[in-house]
């Protein structure tokens, strides 16, 4: 079983920048891809990164270029960089692990979650 805790979230400005971590115990951290969502008020879940363990990434076009996932395998955590933050990036940002080789952008290839980290960004 694999236990997730994300840390970093908080309030910034627009413009600002905010910097989220995601801890994982339990498993083999390397054989996992993590992926962050994250969730607005009165919306649904949706993608926004992931990274597989050879390093490489894909984001949503809505963060691209904004946005940067890494990964510390020797320190089982991932991390999301959130530069130049727009009012409508404020969500409750969750980091997600699975064996996900397609359909990425799909919650179920996910097998675990973390709790979630609120992230709000004021105009």
């Known amino acids: 079983q694999v236990k997730l805790v994300e840390s970093g979230g908080g309030l910034v400005q627009a413009g600002g920048s905010l910097s989220l971590s995601c801890a994982a115990s339990g498993g083999t951290f390397i054989s996992y891809a993590m992926g962050w969502f994250r969730q607005a008020p009165g919306k649904e879940r949706e993608f926004v990164v992931i990274?597989?363990?050879?390093?490489?990434?894909y984001s949503a076009d809505s963060v691209k270029s904004r946005f940067t996932i890494s990964r510390d395998n020797a320190k089982n955590t991932v991390y999301l960089q959130m530069n130049s933050l727009k009012p409508e990036d404020t969500a409750v940002y969750y980091c997600a692990a699975g064996r996900v080789y397609t359909g990425y952008h799909q919650q179920h290839r996910y097998d675990y979650w973390g709790q979630g980290t609120q992230v709000t960004v004021s105009s």
């Open positions: 990274t597989w363990s050879d390093g490489q990434s």
